[in-house]
């Protein structure tokens, strides 16, 4: 069974602190892992990907990545009442995009 | 630049009636696809098009065709609808279709069945 779990939240955090989500998946041979941002009522957009164990920063976002411990993480830094989203963590299973698994998403509020 | 265009955007059935849900993209994508989101279950891909002439299941196809119509059409039929199928349906594509693409989401059509 291929699994992509999230904690549903809702996970609230003052404006300006660090927003931490997290990820874990079942299959130890998945190697693309994405996060989506939705807003209330709209369709979700990319805001990270990342292949490889480690860190990858993008402005105040950072995805980190454990392939021994099967999980997928996303910080938000400096976080604003913008960033009030549910955000999805995506895993590929095997070679293609079909096999695509999306979480059920975490719910974020930032309080100004 | 559209990008990906979703019709309708809201439907309301009664049960045993069909309907087609329509996608395009001007984005010269080569794959698409067909998401349903329902709440606490996620988005969860119906069917896909790697590429034009060729359709797949993905997790959930019961119920549902498809038609991969030209390089810019991938549609959506319901041919007879069930509560079941109350959901947010959700058009994407991606330029190749490899497992490291952005998908670009379509609008969505919130569909209710009665």
């Known amino acids: 069974q291929k699994e992509v779990e999230q904690n549903s939240g809702p996970l609230s955090v003052p404006e300006g602190a660090i927003a931490s989500l997290n990820c874990t998946y079942s299959?130890?041979?998945?190697?693309?892992f994405f996060w989506y941002r939705q807003y209330s009522g709209k369709s979700p957009e990319l805001i990270m990907f990342?292949?490889?164990?480690g860190d990858k920063e993008d402005g105040r976002f950072t995805a980190q990545l454990n392939k021994a411990s099967q999980y997928v993480s996303l910080l938000i830094r400096d976080s604003q009442p913008s960033d009030s989203a549910t955000y999805l963590c995506?895993?590929?299973?095997?070679?293609?995009?079909?096999?695509?698994?999306f979480g059920k998403g975490t719910k974020l509020s930032v309080k100004p | 630049n559209a990008g990906v265009t979703q019709t309708p955007k809201f439907q309301v059935l009664k049960t045993g009636q069909s309907m087609t849900l329509q996608c395009a993209q001007d984005?010269?994508?080569?794959?698409m696809y067909w998401y349903r989101q329902d709440p606490g279950m996620g988005l969860r891909l119906i069917y896909y098009?790697?590429?034009?002439?060729?359709?797949d299941k993905g997790e959930v196809p019961n119920g549902y065709n498809v038609s991969r119509l030209n390089k810019r059409e991938f549609s959506l039929r319901l041919e007879s609808a069930a509560p079941s199928q109350t959901s947010v349906y959700f058009c994407?594509?991606?330029?190749?279709?490899?497992?490291?693409?952005?998908?670009?989401f379509g609008s969505g059509t919130q569909l209710s069945v009665l």
């Open positions: 098009s790697a590429s034009e002439g060729t359709t």
């Open positions: 299959d130890r041979g998945s190697q693309s």
């Open positions: 990342i292949y490889s164990n």
């Open positions: 995506a895993v590929v299973y095997g070679g293609s995009q079909g096999n695509l698994i």
């Open positions: 994407a594509s991606s330029e190749e279709g490899r497992p490291n693409e952005k998908l670009f």
């Open positions: 984005m010269n994508h080569n794959s």
